[in-house]
């Protein structure tokens, strides 16, 4: 039989679970490179950017645009890895709460 105060439980639960894992995910920190490492960077698994290092040995005034792409590549490659650990850490919280695999999270 369906209950509602149940349903209403689980909900919160959920909530508050989703709340954590939004304040857990500031603090998981990703790194992306290109150019084989002479341009890195570090975001946040809560999307923000905290740091690039750049090799020196790739700083040319004549040649920007090459640069430009390195840093676009290493933030792309940092997405990436922020996307993939997002996911897993959001697939260990839905599965200590019996939630179906491959759920969508209102992220």
């Known amino acids: 039989m369906f209950n509602f105060k149940d349903m209403m439980q ?3 639960q959920m909530q508050f679970k989703l709340q954590e894992l939004q304040e857990k995910l500031k603090d998981i ?3 992306g490179e ?3 490492g ?3 960077v570090t975001m946040a698994c809560s999307g923000d950017l905290k ?3 750049i ?3 790739v700083i040319d005034a004549k040649d920007k645009e090459t640069l430009e792409d390195l840093i676009v590549a290493a933030v ?3 997405s990436d890895a922020k996307e993939a650990k997002t996911k897993s850490e959001t697939e ?3 599965g200590g709460m019996g939630l179906p695999a491959g759920m969508k999270l209102p992220f």
């Open 34 to 36: 290109s150019g084989g």
């Open 10 to 12: 689980q909900a919160q």
């Open 92 to 94: 260990g919280m839905m």
């Open 55 to 57: 090799d020196p040995s």
């Open 51 to 53: 740091a690039i290092s």
């Open 76 to 78: 792309n490659n940092a």
């Open 29 to 31: 920190l990703v790194e």
């Open 38 to 40: 002479m341009v890195k």
